[in-house]
């Protein structure tokens, strides 16, 4: 990207269960926060219209009237003039563009969210665009988000993507105006094991037979078996979260059978 070009499009990748989504998700609650989240949208897999664009435009026009309600009135507008927005009966480009953009753009223009604007540019989170199985839905509203960017630079909006990394979506977005963020390179152990040893500590307080456990035997978990378990979890929270969890349930389903045994010592062991 080149020095001039302004970054209105972030692309958050990585693999699955590296946290993507609750990074989104956070991020989506930061801006809410300062009143410039305009929308959001998580893509899901075969869930009905959240594994497709057909209610894509439509439900970020929604959002984007209840965020900047000074924009309301340049939607109803739209849809006033052309009815078939609120359909398929035009284009996923023209849905954006007439309820999405241009109100956005109109409510700017007129000045009447200067004074959230002074805290910065507005944001759209998109989560899981890799989940939406319509690729050439995607294909076009890439196209057109990068085409309006390049016509309209100076518009106060951002838009934070995160997906895994697909052809279709990488084809479209390693673009100028696309600023590229690889989670694949960080390393999470650091952030998991801080996790891990809270959620640990959390469930010593809570539960007198690990108490009486660490007093008769030391530590639990050990420093090996954090180490095995980390090394297993292998940077994908969602397994760590899966681990800690089915780690905790083995741990309840045997005080069933003996109130007086101990946890299990070696949390690594367990497998999904």
Not at 120 to 131: A, H, K, R, S, T
């Amino acid at each position: 990207m080149s020095s001039t070009t302004t970054a209105h499009v972030y692309w958050f990748h990585g693999f699955a269960g590296s946290g993507k989504s609750a990074i989104s998700l956070e991020i989506a609650k930061i801006y809410a926060g300062s009143g410039r989240l305009l929308a959001c949208y998580f893509f899901f897999r075969n869930a009905g219209d959240r594994s497709r664009m057909n209610r894509f435009a439509v439900t970020l026009a929604s959002q984007l009237a209840a965020a900047v309600p000074a924009a309301a009135s340049f939607i109803k507008a739209a849809i006033d003039t052309e009815p078939g927005l609120l359909t398929q009966g035009v284009s996923l480009a023209t849905q954006m563009e007439r309820l999405v953009y241009h109100p956005f753009q109109a409510a700017v223009r007129r000045g009447l969210i200067l004074t959230t604007l002074l805290r910065g540019p507005f944001i759209i989170v998109i989560d899981g665009l890799d989940e939406c199985e319509d690729k050439q839905g995607i294909e076009e509203f890439i196209t057109h988000m990068l085409d309006f960017f390049k016509t309209y630079p100076s518009v106060p909006l951002r838009v934070f993507i995160a997906s895994r990394v697909e052809q279709h979506i990488h084809a479209h977005l390693k673009a100028d105006g696309v600023l590229l963020g690889n989670l694949d390179d960080y390393s999470p152990d650091e952030d998991i094991d801080t996790f891990l040893q809270t959620s640990f500590q959390i469930a010593v307080k809570q539960d007198p037979i690990i108490q009486a456990y660490i007093h008769e035997h030391g530590n639990w978990p050990t420093t090996s078996d954090m180490g095995k378990l980390i090394r297993h979890i292998r940077g994908s929270f969602v397994l760590c979260i899966y681990n800690f969890q089915i780690h905790r349930s083995t741990n309840h389903r045997s005080r069933s059978h003996d109130a007086n045994g101990p946890p299990p010592s070696h949390p690594g062991d367990e497998r999904p």
